[in-house]
């Protein structure tokens, strides 16, 4: 174990946590406590036998001996006050109960656990065993396949079940008004969870025409979503690229070691978290051509070790989010001479179902053109820039992000000058 892991250690990890500071998950670690324990309790009762992705997580416990250790390491390291989860059993209970569901919302945030798998792996991620089991290559894997059984069931017409106009609803008079849900293409606002044929139909839903209209500002480097800036770094090296948190990241590993990667270092790098709940489609930041498209597959949840000498918990960083967890990377070689070409890297967080591209090699693009989308989950964008670009964000990087506020900058509006 970590430390006193009742304590303020506990308190501090989780406060430094990608969830938390990105306003994923409750700014009170007690809530998540509180959530785990009725999830505990509402598991336990389920019947039957386990989904198919969580039958394979059963058997890689029950056969590979390393796996086997770590979960119960795990769970053996937690004092209960911090996990009500009875065994191995109980965890997996616990999965299917998570991945047979749509998640709720909350009106107050401080009840709103809006990434439940996040919520689930929070507190074990503070041992030792647990920050292991989250980076092990086949457990990993065995996590990717729950995600994509969850996406499935998003994808289904059973998924639409909290998409009302109750108080608990997405759909809600609250927010409605708080997520500008009028700015949004509805299919039958009459009809039935107004006509969305799944949660994730409603989560990447499109915008109006002109509902985010497209800076006509030459010099102006776009936002790719709605956002909040949370990193700007200049003279970025390659392989001690940067540091966040004490932590330090390497520019080729997040660009999957591209050829490109080179025309990157010393340059810039800008990123930006989107809102949970908010637009998940990105644009186009520049005019240009797309040269390089991928999606390069990485960790579920762990994203950094631990040493136990301070507060490291899953998602210690953004950076380290950037550079270890699913991204898409789309290269675009802008028009403008002063910008060259740019990375946007799209950062699949916890719970992303899906990192989908929609743009291909050798297409072009202008400012605002669709790029791509992220079914549920959390998201970051990374934005990589050749050195000479000369880059301003037109706001400061914030620390901390919270779920209350409205995102620093809009879809297609100005988030950087370059030149």
């Known amino acids: 174990m970590l430390g006193d892991l009742t304590g303020a250690v506990t308190d501090a990890r989780y406060r430094a946590s990608f969830g938390r500071v990105a306003g994923y998950l409750p700014k009170d670690r007690r809530a998540v406590d509180a959530w785990l324990a009725d999830l505990a309790d509402r598991a336990q009762a389920r019947t039957g036998s386990h989904s198919p992705a969580v039958a394979v997580m059963e058997k890689l416990i029950e056969t590979d001996r390393n796996t086997r250790s770590l979960v119960a390491g795990t769970l053996e390291q937690l004092p209960r006050a911090l996990q009500p989860i009875q065994g191995v059993g109980h965890l997996l209970q616990c999965v299917d109960q998570i991945i047979t569901t749509a998640p709720e919302y909350r009106a107050k945030s401080e009840e709103r656990i809006l990434f439940p798998l996040s919520a689930l792996f929070a507190n074990m991620a503070l041992t ?5 089991l989250l980076r ?19 994808d289904s017409p059973a998924s639409r079940s909290v998409l009302t106009e109750a108080d608990n609803g997405w759909l809600s008079p609250y927010s409605v008004e708080r997520h500008r849900l ?14 969305f044929a799944s949660f994730n139909d409603f989560f990447h839903r499109k915008l109006k025409p002109g509902a985010r209209p497209v800076s006509t500002d030459p010099a102006a480097v776009l936002a790719p979503s709605d956002g909040t800036l949370v990193r700007h770094e200049r003279k970025v090296g390659k392989n001690a690229g940067f540091t966040l948190k004490g932590q330090t990241f390497s520019l080729a590993e997040t660009l999957n ?14 990123q930006l978290v989107l809102p949970a709940t908010g637009y998940h489609r990105w644009h186009a930041p520049v005019d240009g051509v797309v040269r390089h498209v991928e999606v390069v597959p990485g960790l579920v949840f762990g994203t950094a070790e631990l040493d136990g000498s301070g507060p490291a918990p899953q998602g210690v960083s953004f950076g380290g989010a950037a550079a270890s967890s699913t991204r898409a990377l789309v290269f675009i070689e802008s028009t403008a001479p002063r910008i060259g070409m740019i990375c946007l890297a799209a950062v699949g967080i916890g719970e992303i179902s899906s990192v989908t591209p929609v743009v291909r090699e050798d297409q072009e693009v202008r400012k605002g053109d669709e790029l791509g989308y992220f079914s549920y989950g959390g998201s970051t964008h990374f934005m990589a820039f050749e050195p000479g670009s000369d880059v301003e964000p037109t706001v400061e990087p914030s620390e901390d992000v919270d779920p209350e506020d409205d995102p620093q900058v809009a879809t297609n509006a100005p988030l950087a000058n370059a030149g």
């Open 128 to 132: 030792k065993a647990g920050e292991s």
């Open 136 to 154: 092990t290559p086949a457990f990993n894997s065995a996590l990717q396949q729950v995600l994509r059984e969850w996406c499935v069931f998003l």
């Open 182 to 195: 009028d700015d949004y293409e509805i299919p039958d606002r009459g009809g039935e969870h107004w006509g």
């Open 257 to 270: 070691n591209s050829t490109y990667t080179d025309r990157f270092v010393g340059g810039d790098v800008l």
